[in-house]
């Protein structure tokens, strides 16, 4: 069960707002608590990269270390009007998601760091990153300055048990086909190449939906056209393939440029394809070095480990894309963002053990 000290953190910081973009008040109290225990907290300078009114929160513990340990300030919805109801055994909202999502991993670690203060424990050389974003489009991560030492990152993140990491999560390639026709007046419809009719065909032409059990495709939108008057000159298509290696998107997305352009082609217009990672996959190893620190961490907080997959578009994914090995590790936030989200004390009380495992020293 969580004791009183994590409980009051964890509501201290459910009951400030910052939702993705806007951290500012959850960046000004987690700086000031870290530097009021002593540590070399600042602000690292990424707030106009990931278009938030603050920089991520970053911490070098002698020196930084090899791993870093990241949590995300924001929650997807505003919390500073929910009611956080605490009952026997969880904390719920009144009103709205109760800001469990971000601010129950915040209160892990700040919980994690005083205790260790408080008994003079040594810590480990670690970086610790709070992050901005982290529910949107993880910009935060996507931009947070690491020390060129850190060789692995642990996140901590909602909608898993405590206990279990992340050893793979799929990627989204995002694309759009930029397709070119030729305007005429619609009473003269051969003077013109109509260009929705050369998306369509490329459309028609491409089987989308599931390709095996880890890979999808699906065309999302389609515009184009001027008026019901006049041959429409252009459109605009926009999709998306997911998968959980870049080999098998790849191929997918080469087709489906393929076929954009030869119904351009056929028809006398034009098109231009582009796609880039929203989102890259990753895989890691069975016994790779960042999962056996998992593990053995996960074992010290007397859990069971348990490798998991995970949704796209986490942090991890992020760090991962950068170079830098990542996963992440549950929290037991359930429901994150929604109105039924909740947390059990007892996983709030588990994850801040997990993350004093983590940080101190043998």
Not at 282 to 293: E, I, M, S
């Amino acid at each position: 069960m969580a004791n009183r000290r994590l409980t009051d953190l964890f509501l201290e910081l459910a009951r400030l707002d910052g939702v993705p973009g806007k951290e500012a008040q959850v960046a000004s109290r987690l700086l000031s608590f870290l530097k009021n225990l002593g540590f070399q907290a600042r602000a690292d300078g990424s707030a106009a990269a990931a278009l938030s009114n603050t920089s991520n929160v970053v911490c070098h513990v002698g020196g930084g270390g090899t791993f870093a340990l990241v949590a995300h300030m924001d929650t997807l919805r505003h919390t500073s009007r929910v009611k956080q109801v605490l009952s026997f055994d969880r904390v719920t909202g009144e009103g709205g998601a109760p800001g469990a999502d971000g601010r129950a991993p915040l209160a892990a670690v700040l919980y994690a760091l005083e205790r260790a203060v408080s008994v003079n424990q040594p810590l480990r050389p670690f970086t610790l990153a709070f992050t901005t974003r982290g529910c949107g489009n993880t910009a935060g991560a996507k931009h947070l300055e690491l020390p060129p030492g850190v060789r692995g990152a642990f996140v901590l993140a909602p909608g898993l048990p405590v206990g279990s990491y992340t050893v793979s999560s799929p990627g989204i390639a995002l694309f759009s086909a930029d397709v070119l026709g030729r305007a005429a007046d619609a009473a003269s419809p051969e003077q013109g190449v109509c260009a929705i009719s050369i998306a369509a065909r490329a459309i028609a032409a491409f089987p989308w939906g599931r390709h095996d059990p880890d890979t999808t495709s699906n065309i999302g939108t389609i515009a184009g056209g001027a008026g019901t008057a006049i041959v429409p000159p252009a459109a605009l298509a926009r999709g998306q393939v997911r998968a959980m290696e870049e080999g098998k998107a790849l191929p997918l997305l080469e087709r489906i440029k393929g076929e954009f352009e030869k119904a351009a082609s056929a028809a006398g217009g034009g098109a231009a394809f582009k796609w880039s990672w929203e989102y890259a996959p990753y895989v890691h190893a069975q016994g790779a070095d960042l999962c056996r620190q998992a593990e053995l961490a996960i074992r010290g907080a007397g859990l069971t480990p348990v490798p998991a997959g995970s949704a796209p578009g986490g942090e991890a994914n992020a760090i991962n894309a950068r170079g830098v090995p990542a996963l992440a590790l549950g929290t037991g936030v359930m429901h994150p963002g929604a109105a039924g989200e909740y947390v059990l004390l007892d996983d709030m009380a588990r994850t801040a053990e997990l993350v004093w495992q983590f940080v101190k020293k043998p």
